[in-house]
């Protein structure tokens, strides 16, 4: 897993131990992600099924993408598709993608990187993986999360972040058997890049074998532990997580995670995603692309996309590539995790 891993954890900055032991967030429930298909076709697991959107608010959705090993031409993405109302994320962990917008964002997601896209009132993007990745095939795995946006912001001006992995705030345990990269927000004093509208905090955190982490958290936010590679345990009661696997918590100042002895992954590393927010507390309507309020600002959003309100396709746009040969069968391999 290439995202943004330095040799020596032991030289980084250290989080501080938990100062009250007390306070511990205790684990309210485990799911499991279903796999499904996104976009033209790309293998994907559902990461918030089985939670309501009370439980996960602020957030609305977040699919992890692959993990996943592209025969040459099976690499696929999404088409140009419209948004409202919320703030696309889109972490690259392994591998490439395309993107552009129709208020002039874009660029390359790489290893490590995170584009981070606030729809407001209204934007048309596509994300596909670049020309030579079709032809060539490899592996592929991200996470695209939908960060809702309270009332007041759903129609501000479209807006586009690329945060790239080198800006990422990197600390580690007091041990440095366990490395935290802070996408967004902020662990203890330590605080990532991206700008949000809504307070939240966004990190990838990896484990090595045996490794437990005492996390520091706001306790105003809710608290998501989700597992992209391996097994481990949540909370002090070592309650068993593995890939696929998404975990919420109560309330409180700080939460544990741990890795098995034996992770049964191929570098022996336990993989999460950390993420919380201060819930907004306002009625959410989410039909498609669109996050609103009230059945009628979904209305008038599908109104205002046919009527190419939200934007345009420009000239000499970026299109999904059609490899040159593509295989005969399809034959894209997830890569399964125990």
């Not at 479209?158 to 041990?175: G, I, K, T």
């Not at 009527?307 to 040159?324: D, N, Q, Y």
């Not at 295989?327 to 995790?337: D, N, S, T, Y």
């Amino acid at each position: 897993m290439p995202a943004l891993t330095p040799g020596d954890w032991t030289v980084l900055a250290r989080l501080e131990p938990v100062a009250e032991p007390a306070d511990e967030r205790s684990v309210a429930t485990v799911t499991t992600a279903p796999r499904g298909l996104e976009g033209e076709g790309f293998p994907v697991r559902r990461a918030f099924a089985g939670l309501s959107l009370v439980a996960l608010d602020p957030f609305v959705h977040m699919d992890q993408m692959g993990e996943v090993d592209y025969a040459p031409g099976e690499p696929k993405g999404t088409p140009w598709h419209p948004h409202r109302g919320f703030e696309t994320v889109t972490y690259m962990i392994d591998g490439t993608f395309q993107h552009q917008d129709s208020h002039g964002g874009g660029g390359l997601i790489t290893n490590g990187s995170t584009q981070w896209m606030t729809a407001g009132q209204g934007i048309l993007h596509i994300e596909t993986p670049p020309e030579e990745l079709v032809e060539s095939g490899g592996l592929f795995h991200g996470i695209q999360l939908w960060v809702n946006l309270p009332a007041r912001d759903k129609m501000i001006p479209p807006a586009y972040q690329s945060l790239e992995a080198e800006e990422v705030a990197l600390v580690a345990s007091p041990d440095a058997g366990a490395l935290v990269r802070v996408v967004a927000g902020a662990v203890g004093p330590h605080r990532g890049p991206g700008s949000t509208h809504t307070p939240m905090t966004l990190a990838h955190v990896t484990l090595r074998a045996g490794a437990q982490l005492d996390l520091p958290w706001e306790p105003g936010f809710n608290a998501l532990v989700y597992v992209l590679a391996g097994r481990g345990y949540v909370g002090s009661e070592r309650r068993p997580v593995s890939t696929g696997q998404l975990a919420s918590f109560d309330r409180g100042g700080w939460l544990r995670l741990g890795a098995d002895s034996r992770p049964d992954t191929p570098d022996h590393l336990f993989e999460v995603l950390v993420l919380g927010g201060r819930p907004i507390g306002e009625p959410v309507e989410h039909y498609g692309p669109f996050v609103m309020n009230t059945r009628a600002e979904i209305a008038q959003a599908l109104e205002d996309y046919q009527r190419g309100r939200l934007g345009v396709i420009p000239p000499g746009a970026l299109m999904p590539h059609v490899a040159r040969s593509a295989p005969p069968e399809p034959r894209a391999r997830p890569v399964e995790r125990p």
